[in-house]
């Protein structure tokens, strides 16, 4: 074999292996550039695990989802027994096994202030409204019911952000 051939499989195969480094570096490029950033998925989608939550019966936690607060409240026997005696149906609640829960959306049907919980019910400092533990409005100008977020459950896993049958059930008992 010649010198002359010797130099040209080299440099073929040298031209071969930086295409395929390069292929290999733009379908990484590509792949990137496709995937939603991080910030993105952290955004779009919040998960709480109700049974890691650390949650005291009667003593609503709030978490953020999307920039906005949503209040987590482990209903107590007394308080579903004052639901039922209202009429709510079983579906304005998260009903997990033997616990109830209130998942909403923390912000004032009114003029979209932050109430803040009262040892029973939530008060809106911003004109008196004032909502139940299961998110009703029971005093002042708050228009409507907490708002439910959308959210799936898997197990004691809620994931916000992306809609499933419990969400779904929670917001049409409140439509
Ligand atoms: Fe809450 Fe007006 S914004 S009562």
């Known amino acids: ?8 499989d080299f440099l ?7 295409a395929a480094v390069g292929g290999v570096a733009s379908l ?6 496709w995937d939603p950033l991080p910030s993105v998925l952290a955004a779009g989608f919040t998960t709480i695990d109700l049974a890691k939550a650390e949650l ?14 949503i209040f987590v409240l482990e209903m107590t026997k007394e308080q579903i027994a004052e639901a039922d005696k209202e009429g709510l149906p079983k579906e304005y ?4 096994g033997d616990k109830t829960y209130t998942v909403v959306i923390g912000i004032c049907t009114h003029l979209g202030c932050i109430p803040a ?5 939530w008060k809106c400092a911003c004109h008196g409204g004032e909502f139940n533990p299961s998110g009703k409005q029971v005093f002042g100008p708050p228009p409507k019911p907490f708002v439910v977020p959308p959210f799936s459950v898997e197990g004691s896993v809620l994931t916000l952000g992306n809609t499933g049958p419990q969400s779904k059930a929670m917001i049409d008992a409140r439509a």
């Not at 074999?1 to 040209?8: I, V």
């Not at 073929?12 to 930086?18: D, L, N, Q, R």
Request: cysteine-free; glycine content about 12%; hydrophobic content about 35%.
């Open 1 to 8: 074999m010649s010198n002359e051939t010797n130099r040209r």
């Open 12 to 18: 073929g195969m040298s031209f071969a292996a930086v």
């Open 28 to 33: 990484v490029g590509m792949k990137q550039a």
């Open 56 to 69: 005291k019966p009667g003593e609503p936690k709030t978490f953020k989802w999307r920039g906005k607060p």
């Open 93 to 96: 609640h998260l009903n997990i």
């Open 117 to 121: 919980w009262k040892g029973v019910k």
